[in-house]
């Protein structure tokens, strides 16, 4: 069984660029997450989808992050326009449940480098 | 408000001697608790989780932790540090409700000594 696959695995942008950061869940998995780690900050969570639908978008930061998924299957993340703060280890993660319990696998998130 | 701490944010140790990673929670209900990894340029990897079960839970490599409600601690332990045991680890817990988000700690960077 594949796991969560994301992509780019690296970018490196200029201020005021746009970047769209994609996440392909583990298949059946409805539940996809999206957490960020800024430099030195600890791992926070952006936002939870069940399927297509977003159940929680309190952690995105601000207006210029966009996130879909479209068809409920892979989602993306798209940055516009990218300021230096938004530099930091993107991660996805998907579960097949929604339960505290239940095991969420993480991808090898996206570095993304805003100069 | 749930919460994790780690009470270390180094750790050196040699090989083949015992490993302990600290971690205090705080949750006004029975919580959900991880220790995800993290090796270099590499995802994060769920080592183990705590769900009520048994307060003494096993991982995978070795590694186990025990959750001490009257302390509030999920301490990971493993008695004789690998080399490939180098990485990051967090201490997560699970805020339940409708998006069970997890709230990670600050992380705990694990160097092995030859």
């Known amino acids: 069984e594949a796991g969560v696959t994301q992509f780019p695995s690296h970018s490196v942008i200029e201020k005021g660029q746009t970047v769209t950061l994609r996440c392909d869940p583990i298949?059946?998995?409805?539940?996809l997450y999206w957490y960020r780690r800024v430099m030195g900050k600890e791992i926070k969570f952006l936002l939870h989808?069940?399927?297509?639908?977003?159940?929680?978008e309190s952690g995105m930061p601000n207006n210029r992050f966009l996130a879909e998924r479209t068809g409920g299957t892979y989602s993306t993340l798209k940055v516009q326009p990218a300021e230096l703060e938004d530099s930091g280890v993107y991660f996805c993660?998907?579960?097949?449940?929604?339960?505290?319990?239940?095991?969420?696998?993480f991808g090898p998130g996206t570095r993304l480098l805003v100069l | 408000a749930q919460s994790v701490t780690q009470l270390d944010s180094h750790v050196s140790v040699s090989e083949g001697t015992p490993v302990l990673l600290r971690c205090n929670y705080s949750?006004?209900?029975?919580?959900?608790l991880f220790w995800y990894v993290q090796h270099p340029n590499k995802g994060l990897q769920l080592l183990l989780k705590?769900?009520?079960?048994?307060?003494l839970v096993k991982g995978i490599n070795g590694f186990e932790a025990e959750f001490k409600k009257s302390e509030t601690s999920f301490h990971l332990t493993k008695p004789s540090a690998h080399m490939s045991d180098a990485a990051e680890y967090f201490c997560?817990?699970?805020?339940?409700?409708?998006?069970?988000?997890?709230?990670f700690g600050t992380g705990t960077l694990l160097a092995v000594q030859p």
């Open positions: 298949s059946g998995h409805d539940n």
């Open positions: 997560v817990v699970s805020e339940r409700g409708a998006t069970n988000k997890l709230i």
């Open positions: 989808f069940v399927k297509e639908s977003k159940q929680d």
């Open positions: 949750s006004s209900y029975s919580p959900s």
């Open positions: 705590y769900t009520s079960a048994a307060t």
């Open positions: 993660a998907s579960s097949h449940y929604q339960a505290s319990r239940e095991t969420q696998y």
